[in-house]
């Protein structure tokens, strides 16, 4: 009974972990709005009944409309509810707000309202400016994914950022000045922003835990895009190694992978640093100044959407992260990959006995005026 008590509160705490929404709505007096829930499309979740209730006083929530029931007569004709289980949404339009409708609600998922769900604020004004769709990004284990924030800033003097929403705060993970939290080092960038300003989040070496909700825009914004990211459990992309070691004046090999049906722009190769990511290698010959004749692509093999990057004369600066990328519209497929710089392998011990040597050579000249035999030291060349 125990066992299946705990395996009942971990099934929950992973489901609970599924379930995603805006935390903050507003409308305007009069006016509509219209609230996502992400789930993950599982069997269960798919079936299970979908609620949308209000937190009363006395800390119950009292059901407004569900996928199993009518809208309660206070709501009747101005709610619904709607459900898209294969796509792991579901929706809730309320029209006619009143200001008696300003309050917690939570939408969720089961038979009762108590358990799993997301809890959000509504406000409601007269001329209250309705908040931006929540942005579903859905990506693969390992894999990597875009997100586009029309922030509106197109002064570009505001620092840009990117966080994960928790439970009181939203954790910055990277920012435009160079901030990546530890987390997440080596797979995210924010791009520069365009003349509308927007930008874009690149994120790769996807994981199970960074599903969540975020936000993205600039500093000073009133209202910051909402994203909601799935990562999927079960991936059909393999895992790559991300780690690559190379010896100082030596070179090293590795191949860059992409969708062999795929059609891209730019097949590329950059270097990560603090949040952005500099243009090193691309497929139409272009090699930044300090790579020229140490950096190339060898081969190709386009049926198999892959190629493979060769760096020669190894420098201790070349150690750090690099990114594979190619590029598809305003989507693009990225890739990790951290270079270790190492030093050709026991040449510090070579080092140190040769100078033994030399000094056994000097005390026995000193003693016996004959050196030792050569052939002892031809074994360190």
């Known amino acids: 009974m125990v066992l299946l008590l705990l395996l009942a509160a971990l099934l929950q705490e992973r489901a609970g ?7 903050f709505l507003a409308g305007p007096l009069g006016g509509s709005i219209t609230h996502q829930c992400f789930y993950s499309p599982t069997a269960a ?11 009363a006083p006395n800390g119950l929530c009292y059901t407004i409309v569900s996928s199993s029931s009518s809208p309660c007569r206070e709501y009747r004709g101005r709610v619904t509810l709607g459900d898209v289980p294969n796509n792991g949404t579901f929706w809730v339009t309320m029209t006619g707000l009143r200001s008696s409708d300003t309050g917690t609600y939570r939408c969720g998922i089961g038979d009762s309202n108590q358990g799993l769900y997301v809890s959000l604020n509504l406000t409601v004004l007269a001329g209250a400016t ?17 997100v586009l924030c029309p922030s509106g800033d197109t002064q570009s003097g505001h620092q840009r950022f990117w966080c994960k929403v928790g439970r009181s705060i939203c954790t910055l993970v990277a920012t435009s000045d160079g901030f990546v939290g530890r987390r997440f080092q080596g797979r995210v960038v924010l791009t520069p922003q365009d003349a509308s300003g927007a930008f874009k989040v690149l994120m790769n070496d996807l994981k199970k835990e960074d599903s969540g909700l975020y936000l993205c825009g600039t500093r000073g914004q009133d209202r910051p895009q909402e994203v909601v990211l ?14 690559l070691s190379g010896t100082l004046g030596g070179s090293v090999s590795f191949q860059c992978h992409h969708d062999p049906e795929g059609t891209y722009e730019e097949k590329y190769l950059c270097r990560w640093t603090g949040g952005s990511c500099q243009l090193l290698l691309d497929h139409d010959g272009f090699v930044l100044e300090p790579y020229r004749g140490r950096l190339q692509i060898s081969s190709s093999d386009p049926e198999h959407g892959s190629y493979t990057v060769l760096l020669r004369q190894l420098r201790e600066e070349d150690e750090g992260w690099y990114w594979c990328g190619a590029s598809s519209g305003h989507s693009q497929l990225t890739a ?6 190492h030093k050709a392998q026991g040449s510090e011990e070579k080092l140190k006995v040769i100078l033994q040597f030399e000094q056994l050579q000097s005390v026995n000249r000193q003693i016996h005026g004959t050196p030792l035999a050569k052939v002892e030291g031809e074994g360190l060349k």
């Open 17 to 23: 972990c599924s379930l995603h929404g805006s935390r």
């Open 45 to 55: 979740n798919r079936h299970q009944r979908k609620y949308w209730c209000k937190i």
């Open 130 to 146: 309705v908040s931006r769709p929540t942005q579903l990004i859905r990506g693969e284990l390992h894999g990597s994914v875009t």
């Open 230 to 243: 799935q990562v999927a459990t079960a991936s059909t992309l393999p895992r790559r190694p991300k780690f």
């Open 336 to 341: 990790p990959l951290k270079l270790l710089i």
